[in-house]
């Protein structure tokens, strides 16, 4: 059974950071993308940054460009979202996904 996991969530004043994971298992596919995606209630999810499994190949949406990073730990099933320069519109529901599969997501709150 495929599960994803979000965690990292809380509550920043703008300008600091925070580190998302997203803990996976039960994939059936060796080559996959995780993607990041986050959503303000109201509006359309909007994919952030990804990250392959077999070429680490990472993308990135101009709002979070050379803000934010994301990267892997393959022994640890683990992805992670380093959001630094947090802004308050940044504020949102975070998930990881693959495929079809979604996690629970996870709430970052940037105070002004």
């Known amino acids: 059974e495929v599960e994803l996991v979000e965690s990292g969530g809380g509550l920043v004043q703008a300008g600091g950071s925070l580190r998302l994971s997203c803990e996976h298992s039960?994939?059936?596919?060796?080559?996959?993308?995780i993607a990041w995606f986050r959503q303000v209630p109201g509006k359309e999810r909007e994919g952030i940054a990804s990250i392959g499994s077999v070429d680490g190949a990472t993308h990135y949406a101009s709002s979070v460009k050379g803000r934010f990073i994301v990267s892997s730990d393959s022994a640890k099933n683990t992805v992670f979202l380093q959001m630094n320069s947090l802004k308050p519109e940044d504020t949102a529901v975070y998930y990881c996904?693959?495929?079809?599969?979604w996690g629970q997501g996870t709430q970052v709150t940037v105070s002004s």
């Open positions: 996904s693959a495929d079809r599969f």
């Open positions: 039960g994939f059936p596919w060796d080559d996959y993308v």
